[in-house]
């Protein structure tokens, strides 16, 4: 069981950056594939970017190509997502969110356990 708590959602004037953070419990944070995905209001939940348990493969949507970053630190179960050059259309509550090796990186169907989701604005 892994229980994910995601935090550093906010307002952001357009072409600002965040940095997301998604914390873990459990022991075995490291064998686990960690995604975040986005939902806007009234669209469904879309993929953003991934990583495999490994660290060593990254995955990004094209919309987010070159301006977010994944990345994790095992030693403290934590994923981040920097997120430079925000626009207007990156409004939305993020979900970070943990799957067990061998899935899609892709699909929100892969994966086991998300966390509450944190809200992230972007001005103009």
């Known amino acids: 069981q892994v229980q994910l708590v995601a935090s550093g959602g906010g307002l952001v004037q357009a072409g600002g950056s965040l940095r997301l953070s998604c914390a873990a419990s459990?022991?075995?944070?490291?064998?686990?594939?960690m995604g975040w995905f986005r939902q806007a209001p009234g669209k469904e939940r879309e993929f953003v970017a991934a990583?495999?348990?490994?660290?060593?493969?990254?995955y990004y949507a094209d919309s987010v190509k070159g301006r977010f970053t994944i990345s994790r630190d095992d030693a403290k179960n934590t994923v981040y997502l920097q997120m430079n050059s925000l626009k207007l259309e990156d409004t939305a509550v993020y979900y970070c969110?943990?799957?067990?090796?061998?899935?899609?990186?892709?699909?929100?169907?892969?994966?086991?356990?998300w966390g509450q989701g944190t809200q992230v604005t972007v001005s103009s």
């Open positions: 990583i495999r348990f490994s660290g060593g493969n990254t």
């Open positions: 969110a943990a799957s067990r090796p061998n899935g899609s990186p892709f699909s929100p169907y892969d994966y086991d356990y």
């Open positions: 459990g022991r075995t944070f490291s064998t686990y594939d």
